[in-house]
């Protein structure tokens, strides 16, 4: 609560205090325009908006993270700013990809608008961070937003944290997020040549209809690719997912609980066997961490899900097989619930499941046999003139298997990537030249492994040659990705 008999410069500091403790998406938006209200700062003014917002709060706790962002922003990629000092940018999506896109755009010095549909952030499962993505989070000041994060030996978060971890840090940097805005899709520039690109969305009304960018992002998600992108599907042998999350109360014995940080089956065999002859539960793998909730994600062998009643009616079909029809809530419940016990050697006492956006048990089941990836990261369209440069990002650029943590470590790689992208569009280069050295680039992402990315992770920017060892930018030609410069027939 703000006191009555604080100083003007106390109530600024009261209010950033509540702004970087938020704990919901929502709590974040109206904390953040409070303090800017309360600066008179205007949060559209977003070349200049990070400076005023640092030189009007001279308070300590501001500093360290301004001391960190500064650092950060310091880095001779971003030139200060004036690569993209031109540059509009709309990206779609704020799960923790396109957020991270935004905060590298915006160092650029690019105007950035980030499109969301939902209007909270609900996802508590959590996602393993390799130790360049920990290393890249502290310095960007997740410390600071999230007093929990990565502690000690942890190397995980909540998708809901680090959304919330992002969702601070690109509104300081003068990033506009609107959430409960549905992106339909692209509307091309109109015949009399006074509008450029923009987005048809839902609420038609809402002003971010009319902004005008040349660079868009898509960063949706699952399997939200917009139009024009091919996408391979990977079909590999059945393997079906189960994520379930249980109430944390951080109570002594909870603490004590050790996780497991993906309990591979060939490594332990006498585990899983036990589980399968005492409790008829038969596991690939299982991964406990523990966040805001106890979170598992394992990967269950269809016989058992059968035996279990978990599955009713078997069919070779992942999809059918896995239909919300063919799925019996209380025995996959019971599933998860004996798996998590069996695993923790029913050592985590009164575990009750936490609810989901909808209030019931947190306990899904996913199908991880078929594979997503794009064809390719980049495109160009050109309408009337006006070129469009378009890249994915994050799942829809490349779909993560959960159990290996790939999501944020590819996800944010791929961030990286296309922020120098954008930064060789903002400085001039030639369209198939951006496009060929993306791709170039892109050819490598689905290989990458903690164990093959340069390990000097203080020097990672996002010049892809800090964090891929001979990387080669032009193992693509610009004549080979002609296929990716969609531009209008002129006859
Ligand atoms: P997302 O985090 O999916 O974000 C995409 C965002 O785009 C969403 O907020 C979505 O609402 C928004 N969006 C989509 N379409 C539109 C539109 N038309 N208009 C406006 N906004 C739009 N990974 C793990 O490692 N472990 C897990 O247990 C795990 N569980 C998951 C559970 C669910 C339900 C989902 C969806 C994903 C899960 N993942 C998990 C994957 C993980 O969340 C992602 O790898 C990670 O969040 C990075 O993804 P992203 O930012 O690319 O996409």
Not at 23 to 51: G, I, M, P, R, W
Not at 207 to 219: E, G, H, M, T
Not at 403 to 429: C, H, S
Not at 441 to 452: A, I, K
Request: proline share 3%; aromatic share 10%.
């Amino acid at each position: 609560k703000l006191s009555t008999s604080s100083t003007l410069g106390n109530q600024a500091h009261a209010l950033f205090d509540r702004f970087v403790a938020s704990q919901t998406c929502k709590e974040v938006q109206q904390n953040f325009a409070e303090l800017c209200h309360h600066l008179q700062l205007d949060s559209q003014d977003y070349h200049h908006f990070y400076n005023k917002l640092k030189e009007k709060l001279n308070y300590w706790k501001a500093k360290e993270l301004w001391q960190k962002i500064d650092k950060r922003a310091s880095h001779p990629d971003y030139e200060q700013g004036k690569p993209c000092a031109k540059t509009k940018c709309l990206v779609l999506g704020a799960g923790p990809c396109g957020l991270r896109t935004a905060v590298e755009l915006a160092l650029l010095g690019a105007q950035v608008v980030v499109l969301e549909k939902r209007t909270s952030f609900s996802r508590n499962n959590v996602l393993h961070l390799w130790p360049y993505t920990i290393r890249d989070l502290r310095n960007l000041g997740a410390k600071k937003f999230y007093g929990r994060f990565c502690s000690g030996s942890l190397d995980h978060i909540s998708i809901r944290q680090l959304q919330l971890i992002l969702l601070k840090l690109v509104l300081l940097l003068g990033v506009e997020v609107h959430t409960g805005v549905n992106f339909k899709g692209l509307l091309e520039p109109q015949a009399s040549g006074s509008t450029g690109w923009r987005a048809l969305v839902h609420p038609e009304s809402h002003p971010a209809a009319s902004y005008q960018f040349d660079v868009f992002i898509s960063a949706g998600g699952g399997r939200f690719v917009p139009d024009g992108f091919k996408i391979k599907e990977l079909r590999g042998k059945l393997a079906i997912g189960i994520t379930a999350n249980f109430t944390n109360r951080r109570t002594a014995a909870e603490t004590q609980v050790a996780e497991i940080s993906g309990v591979a089956r060939i490594y332990n065999q006498k585990f899983f066997q036990q589980l399968h002859t005492e409790m008829g539960i038969d596991l690939e793998n299982i991964v406990y961490y523990k966040d805001d909730t106890h979170y598992f994600v394992m990967t269950a062998k269809k016989n058992s899900l059968l035996k279990k009643g978990v599955i009713k009616q078997d069919s070779s079909d992942a999809e059918q097989l896995l239909a919300q029809a063919n799925v019996d809530q209380e025995a996959l419940l019971q599933y998860a619930y004996d798996a998590a016990q069996f695993s923790t050697s029913h050592k985590l006492p009164d575990l009750e499941f936490a609810l989901n956006h909808v209030g019931k048990p947190d306990v899904a089941m996913f199908d991880f046999t078929c594979m997503h990836r794009a064809e390719y990261a980049s495109l160009v369209r050109e309408r009337r003139g006006k070129k469009l440069l378009i890249g994915l990002v994050g799942d829809c650029l490349v779909e993560p298997f959960w159990p290996l943590g790939t999501g944020i470590a590819r996800g944010f790689l791929a961030a990286f990537d296309t922020a120098w992208m954008v930064r060789n569009w903002g400085k001039g280069v030639t369209h198939l030249q951006v496009l060929a050295e993306r791709e170039s680039v892109y050819q490598l992402l689905s290989q990458t492994t903690p164990e093959n990315t340069s390990k000097n992770y203080p020097a990672y920017s996002i010049d892809p040659s800090t964090r891929y060892p001979n990387v080669n930018l032009s193992s693509i030609k610009p004549k080979q990705v002609r296929h990716l410069y969609d531009v209008e027939d002129k006859s």
